[in-house]
């Protein structure tokens, strides 16, 4: 039976420093946002948190919220630091982490700063995946790759959760072929309900073929949301910045409105197959960013699971 459920995450880092950040996570936990998201980029010109420390921190500061990264970039990380990353941070929030890998983006800058070669990102990936899944589930690990070599390696302790989850991201006939041989979950990114619908279609179909059938409910997808219409003083001003840096009219396919709007919205995604939502706000500053976080959490989030009906 499918679950419905939202979290909420930012594109950048919205705030004026450390204690705003610490407000909007406060809110979230106190008004009952299912989970927390964190992107994952290394340099650019816009501030954001490291992903991997910022989830860290928010399993200590908070008790019941679920988090997860949006989409790591498993072909920048060391899988190895990556799948330890992630069972210390399970372990110490007591099983409340959401993993989401990704390939990473191919116009990010940070492969060149990193100094990884980008032509190899996808078998750098698989191999990746492979191998932090294996450290979370064995004993010792022994692999032999094209990029990475382990002899007799092995993480403790383990992850709380028994199969920590591994959601996978992107939509390339790469990207389904990976979720469906690694995947418990896909996690889609900004795109619209004619966009996922044959995404999910195809990797329910390699999962099955690969005997590894993934759940119903373990479909998700990102959203941007703003509460309020077109002549919006904050859409008109960020419309266009969102244009430049995503190449695709971003603000024209966002959740705009009023609540019921903003549902009606999301309902069009329910019949796309879709069951987890991270909730992006299309906001000026930190103020706008809770105020918009706050709206959507008290009028629009009790909602969603009634969209199933």
């Not at 988090?67 to 929030?93: E, H, W, Y």
């Not at 899944?133 to 007799?152: E, K, N, P, T």
Request: net charge positive; proline share 5%; charged share 20%.
């Amino acid at each position: 039976m499918r679950r419905l459920a939202a979290g909420v995450g930012t594109l950048d880092f919205p705030f004026t420093d450390g204690s705003g950040f610490w407000r909007w996570v406060d809110l979230c936990e106190a008004e009952g946002a299912d989970s927390l998201w964190q992107s994952d980029r290394m340099i650019g010109d816009k501030p954001v948190l490291e992903c991997m420390s910022a989830l860290a921190a928010i399993a200590g500061r908070t008790k019941r919220i679920k988090f997860g990264m949006n989409a790591l970039s498993a072909a920048m990380r060391d899988p190895v630091l990556a799948a330890k990353q992630c069972a210390t941070i399970d372990v110490l929030s007591e099983g409340r982490l959401l993993p989401v890998f990704g390939i990473g983006a191919g116009d990010s800058p940070s492969w060149q700063a990193l100094g990884l070669d980008f032509a190899g990102r996808g078998r750098r990936t698989d191999e990746a995946l492979q191998i932090i899944s294996r450290l979370w589930a064995g004993d010792s690990v022994d692999f032999a790759g094209a990029h990475f070599h382990l002899r007799g390696v092995a993480i403790r302790p383990k992850p709380v959760q028994r199969r920590l989850p591994m959601w996978i991201g992107g939509i390339s006939p790469a990207a389904i072929r990976r979720a469906a041989r690694f995947g418990t979950g896909w996690q889609g990114g900004l795109q619209t309900p004619q966009e996922v619908r044959p995404v999910i279609a195809a990797i329910a179909e390699a999962a099955r073929a690969a005997g590894r059938p993934i759940d119903e409910d373990h479909y998700g997808t990102t959203v941007l949301f703003r509460f309020g219409h077109s002549d919006n003083t904050a859409t008109q001003r960020l419309g266009p910045a969102l244009q430049t840096r995503f190449g695709r009219d971003l603000l024209g396919m966002a959740a705009r409105g009023d609540a019921s709007d903003i549902l009606g919205h999301l309902k069009a995604y329910v019949a796309a197959g879709i069951s987890k939502f991270v909730m992006i706000p299309i906001a000026v500053d930190e103020r706008d960013v809770l105020e918009q976080t706050a709206a959507f959490l008290k009028e629009v989030a009790p909602n969603i699971p009634g969209l199933i009906a």
